[in-house]
């Protein structure tokens, strides 16, 4: 079966994320560090069913604690799977430093930009298409507590793929 | 002026200037990078962490690694 790997800074809301995709109930709460072991599920996609995997956060894919070892370890066993990075849309930069890391690694990557309306309250305003077609991996604006933009992300697993990250900075490097 | 992210008071904001080498890749993951402006939020006590606000971020940091990284204080 196709897995699928969680992955996102701490407390994004992946565990939200990881409920609402398999019907779980695994702890959530709003404060970092509340998954620091992994939780496996499974969810139906449109043509076949993937089993998913709640990665603990990180920040980046040099661990500095337990549950951030915990995180990349996981992503090196699982060679061949998929990642949905869960990022924060308020605190895109940090996000992004993941995505482009787990990118440099091979992996097909779908980007969920989480608690998008915090980031609307917050007056922030982020071009979606301007990343999709920069990072040329599915952005999906995304708020897990009401489950708004789920259908989407399920539905653009299947256009994840890998992307050279040299190409990425080539495109950034345009708009300079 | 330049001072330690640590050394800041609070409310203060400062721009950051140099991060301790084998620092640098942790912290460029938390959105803290040389020329990023910093704002000191929050000291806690007896050598406890600071909390910094990085693009409308909060971030908290270990003293001992606040202590590794150089701002330049704005007036």
């Known amino acids: 079966m196709k897995k699928i790997l969680l992955m996102g800074n701490p407390n994004v809301g992946k565990s939200v994320f990881f409920n609402r995709l ?3 109930n695994v702890i959530e709460s709003n404060y970092p560090g509340t ?24 920040f980046s894919l040099e661990a500095k604690d337990k549950a951030e070892e ?8 699982k060679k061949g799977a998929l990642v949905i990075c869960v990022i924060d849309a308020s605190k895109i930069e940090r996000g992004l430093y993941l995505v482009l890391e787990i990118v440099e690694r091979g992996y097909p990557v779908v980007v969920a930009l989480n608690m998008w309306d915090v980031a609307e309250d917050k007056n922030m305003q982020i071009d979606i ?13 995304t708020i897990a507590i009401s489950g708004k933009g789920f259908k989407e992300v399920v539905l653009s697993l299947k256009k ?15 708009i300079k | 002026m330049e001072k330690k992210l640590s050394e800041m008071n609070y409310e203060e904001e400062g721009r950051v200037v140099s991060i301790e080498q084998d620092l640098k890749n942790k912290l460029a993951g938390m959105g803290i990078r040389i020329g990023k402006n910093l704002k000191m939020i929050t000291k ?7 909390v910094v606000e990085v693009d409308g971020a909060h971030t908290s940091l270990a003293l001992s690694i606040a202590d ?5 204080v704005k007036k």
Not at chain 2, 44 to 50: D, F, N, Y
């Open chain 1, 70 to 77: 915990v995180a990349v370890k996981m992503l090196e066993e």
């Open chain 2, 68 to 72: 590794k990284i150089v701002v330049e």
């Open chain 2, 44 to 50: 806690h006590p007896l050598k406890g962490p600071i």
């Open chain 1, 129 to 141: 298409e301007k990343l999709k077609s920069i990072l040329n991996i599915p952005v999906v604006p």
């Open chain 1, 35 to 58: 998954t620091v072991d992994y939780t496996k599920g499974y969810m139906k996609g449109d043509s076949k069913d993937f089993e998913i995997i709640d990665v603990p956060g990180t």
């Open chain 1, 160 to 174: 994840a793929a890998s992307v050279g990250v040299n190409e990425i900075t080539e495109r950034v490097d345009e």
């Open chain 1, 22 to 24: 398999t019907g779980a």
